[in-house]
């Protein structure tokens, strides 16, 4: 089973990833009051502020009368710490699983306010062009890291492929795959599960290993499917402090981003045609972040 340290590492690699120099904070904006008056500028933590599409959302705020400041970072690690010492007022680079992990490590309270996208984990096949193609008793690759392990086995169980003890989580390993599992599933080092295509019936790839194994996207058989609950923890999320998580003002940037086109249209270009653009329901984050910090103390 995982273990928290170990996921914290193992969860940023399902980020995207685009890291430049860190930047520096500046005035903060007001915060549990939910006052819009004389709002000040508001402090966003990123980790990929070079990408245009930030620069769009920064003027489509603007717009709306919101000042906003990017603040870059060039770890994972520092975007949480720095939105609790209240150095930014939000940040915009993780999903529901990393923050989960944050807050039980650090005993915070961190809280998702809005969703952004989830950059899917893709099945493929050299052999088969559907999931119904594939036979009985073939053998399937998975990641063997901790993360992305967990995360391929629910998207083999979304697909139909694979039964997981107790529905599966984000802690699933090959030996909670059910015997009776129309297939067998192998772990394979995530840099091997491409090169593993013509021995097996599909595997799970990242999408850092698609280009040098000559595959896109567009070729998954299957993938994460933002509408399954299961996948939910792998949706990346803007967060706040607790104090904050009804700030109207953080909520319009929210809406913001979620409604204005040329910021959609950039994520998704910004990730090589990967993001599948969501809007879930904040109640379903909070009960998913929930649910997962449980299980991290469960696994703990």
Known sequence: MSTPKKLIAAAALALPVALLLAGCAGTGADSASGSTEEQKTVRIGVVNSGDPYWETFTDAAADEGIDVELVNFTEYTQPNPALSAGELDLNEFQHVIYLATYNVNSDDDLQPIGSTAIYPLGLYSSQYDSVDDIPDGATVAV??????????????????????????????????????????????????????????????????????????????????????????????????????????????????????????????????????????????????????????????
Request: no cysteine.
């Open 143 to 300: 990641p063997n890291d901790e993360s992305n392990q967990a995360r391929g086995l629910l998207v083999l169980q979304s697909a139909g492929l694979i039964e997981l003890e107790d529905g599966g989580s984000p802690f699933s390993t090959v030996a909670d795959v059910l015997p009776d599992s129309k297939v067998k599933v192998e772990a394979l080092d995530a840099s091997f599960t491409a090169t593993s295509l013509p021995d097996v019936a599909a595997a799970i790839v990242n999408n850092d290993f698609l280009e040098d194994a000559g595959l896109t996207a567009d070729d998954a058989i299957a993938q994460d499917d933002p509408a399954d609950p299961a996948a939910i923890p792998y949706i990346n999320i803007f967060a706040a402090k607790a104090a904050d998580a009804d700030n109207p003002t953080y909520l319009k940037l929210v809406e913001i981003y979620q409604n204005t086109q040329k910021v959609l249209d950039g994520v998704v270009e910004a990730s090589g045609g990967t993001a599948v653009l969501v809007k879930t329901p904040v109640d379903d984050l909070v009960a998913s972040l929930t649910d997962v910090e449980d299980d991290i103390r469960a696994n703990s």
